[in-house]
Protein backbone atom coordinates (compact mmCIF):
# COMPACT_ATOMS: atom_id res chain seq x y z
CA UNK A 1 0.00 0.00 0.00
CA UNK A 2 1.46 3.20 -1.10
CA UNK A 3 -0.01 6.71 -0.50
CA UNK A 4 0.99 9.99 -1.14
CA UNK A 5 -0.02 12.98 0.70
CA UNK A 6 0.64 16.82 -0.24
CA UNK A 7 -0.04 20.11 1.89
CA UNK A 8 1.06 23.43 1.79
CA UNK A 9 -1.40 25.04 -0.95
CA UNK A 10 -3.86 27.74 -0.15
CA UNK A 11 -4.59 31.37 -1.69
CA UNK A 12 -1.58 33.94 -2.08
CA UNK A 13 -1.55 37.16 -4.04
CA UNK A 14 0.64 37.57 -7.59
CA UNK A 15 4.35 37.61 -6.43
CA UNK A 16 3.54 35.62 -3.39
CA UNK A 17 5.41 32.00 -2.87
CA UNK A 18 4.15 28.97 -1.38
CA UNK A 19 5.97 25.33 -0.80
CA UNK A 20 4.11 22.13 -1.42
CA UNK A 21 5.71 19.45 -0.06
CA UNK A 22 4.42 15.48 -0.84
CA UNK A 23 5.28 12.93 0.74
CA UNK A 24 5.40 8.73 0.40
CA UNK A 25 4.42 6.25 2.43
CA UNK A 26 4.43 2.79 2.26
CA UNK A 27 5.90 -0.86 1.10
CA UNK A 28 8.35 1.28 -1.01
CA UNK A 29 11.51 -0.66 -2.38
CA UNK A 30 12.37 2.31 -4.42
CA UNK A 31 11.32 5.38 -5.96
CA UNK A 32 12.76 6.01 -9.39
CA UNK A 33 11.14 9.64 -9.59
CA UNK A 34 8.95 12.06 -7.76
CA UNK A 35 7.37 15.18 -9.35
CA UNK A 36 4.91 17.65 -9.29
CA UNK A 37 1.84 18.16 -11.96
CA UNK A 38 -1.01 21.14 -12.25
CA UNK A 39 -3.93 21.15 -13.90
CA UNK A 40 -6.34 24.29 -14.16
CA UNK A 41 -9.89 24.52 -14.83
CA UNK A 42 -10.20 23.67 -18.67
CA UNK A 43 -7.21 22.39 -18.83
CA UNK A 44 -5.01 19.36 -19.54
CA UNK A 45 -2.34 18.47 -17.19
CA UNK A 46 0.71 19.12 -17.43
CA UNK A 47 4.05 18.59 -15.88
CA UNK A 48 5.76 21.44 -13.68
CA UNK A 49 8.47 19.90 -12.50
CA UNK A 50 10.61 16.20 -11.97
CA UNK A 51 13.56 14.96 -10.25
CA UNK A 52 15.18 11.90 -10.08
CA UNK A 53 16.59 10.26 -7.12
CA UNK A 54 19.97 11.02 -8.49
CA UNK A 55 19.65 14.51 -8.91
CA UNK A 56 18.70 15.17 -12.05
CA UNK A 57 15.75 18.16 -12.58
CA UNK A 58 13.26 18.95 -15.03
CA UNK A 59 11.00 22.22 -15.67
CA UNK A 60 8.06 22.98 -17.67
CA UNK A 61 9.04 26.29 -19.63
CA UNK A 62 6.67 28.73 -17.80
CA UNK A 63 7.66 27.94 -14.56
CA UNK A 64 11.75 27.98 -15.31
CA UNK A 65 13.70 30.50 -13.04
CA UNK A 66 10.81 30.87 -10.45
CA UNK A 67 9.85 27.15 -9.38
CA UNK A 68 12.42 25.05 -7.34
CA UNK A 69 12.05 21.45 -6.94
CA UNK A 70 13.76 19.24 -4.28
CA UNK A 71 13.98 15.86 -2.94
CA UNK A 72 14.65 14.82 0.80
CA UNK A 73 15.74 11.31 0.01
CA UNK A 74 15.73 9.47 3.66
CA UNK A 75 12.23 10.91 3.65
CA UNK A 76 10.55 10.22 0.47
CA UNK A 77 9.54 13.59 0.34
CA UNK A 78 9.60 16.18 -2.45
CA UNK A 79 9.01 19.75 -2.07
CA UNK A 80 8.25 22.50 -4.69
CA UNK A 81 8.79 25.94 -4.09
CA UNK A 82 6.82 28.21 -5.87
CA UNK A 83 8.21 31.89 -5.94
CA UNK A 84 6.77 34.98 -8.34
CA UNK A 85 3.19 33.36 -8.27
CA UNK A 86 0.75 34.69 -11.29
CA UNK A 87 -2.72 34.16 -11.79
CA UNK A 88 -2.15 31.65 -14.46
CA UNK A 89 -0.30 29.19 -11.73
CA UNK A 90 -3.55 28.98 -10.31
CA UNK A 91 -4.32 25.12 -10.74
CA UNK A 92 -4.52 21.68 -8.49
CA UNK A 93 -1.14 20.43 -7.98
CA UNK A 94 -1.02 16.81 -8.15
CA UNK A 95 2.38 14.83 -6.50
CA UNK A 96 3.64 11.67 -8.68
CA UNK A 97 6.00 8.99 -7.88
CA UNK A 98 7.38 6.87 -10.31
CA UNK A 99 8.69 4.17 -7.87
CA UNK A 100 8.88 -0.11 -7.43
CA UNK A 101 7.21 -1.67 -4.03
CA UNK A 102 8.59 -4.06 -2.53
CA UNK A 103 6.21 -7.27 -3.51
CA UNK A 104 7.35 -6.38 -7.32
CA UNK A 105 11.07 -6.31 -5.98
CA UNK A 106 10.39 -9.84 -4.22
CA UNK A 107 9.07 -10.40 -7.66
CA UNK A 108 11.81 -9.61 -9.47
CA UNK A 109 10.36 -6.81 -11.13
CA UNK A 110 13.23 -4.12 -9.77
CA UNK A 111 13.00 -1.68 -12.66
CA UNK A 112 9.71 -1.73 -13.70
CA UNK A 113 8.33 0.96 -11.82
CA UNK A 114 4.56 2.25 -12.12
CA UNK A 115 2.88 5.78 -11.08
CA UNK A 116 1.23 6.85 -7.99
CA UNK A 117 -0.56 10.27 -7.34
CA UNK A 118 -1.58 12.09 -4.75
CA UNK A 119 -5.07 13.68 -4.35
CA UNK A 120 -3.91 16.67 -5.15
CA UNK A 121 -3.73 20.64 -3.52
CA UNK A 122 -5.49 23.81 -4.75
CA UNK A 123 -2.97 26.64 -5.20
CA UNK A 124 -4.74 29.95 -5.79
CA UNK A 125 -3.16 32.91 -7.39
CA UNK A 126 -4.67 36.45 -6.86
CA UNK A 127 -4.38 39.43 -8.98
Known amino acids: QVQLVESGGGLVQAGGSLRLSCAASGSIFRINVMGWYRQAPGMQRELVAS???????NYADSVKGRFTISRDNAKNTVYLQTNSLKPEDTAVYYC?????????????????????WGKGTLVTVSS
Open 51 to 57: ATTGGST
Open 96 to 116: NANLVTTDQAIGGARWSGMDY
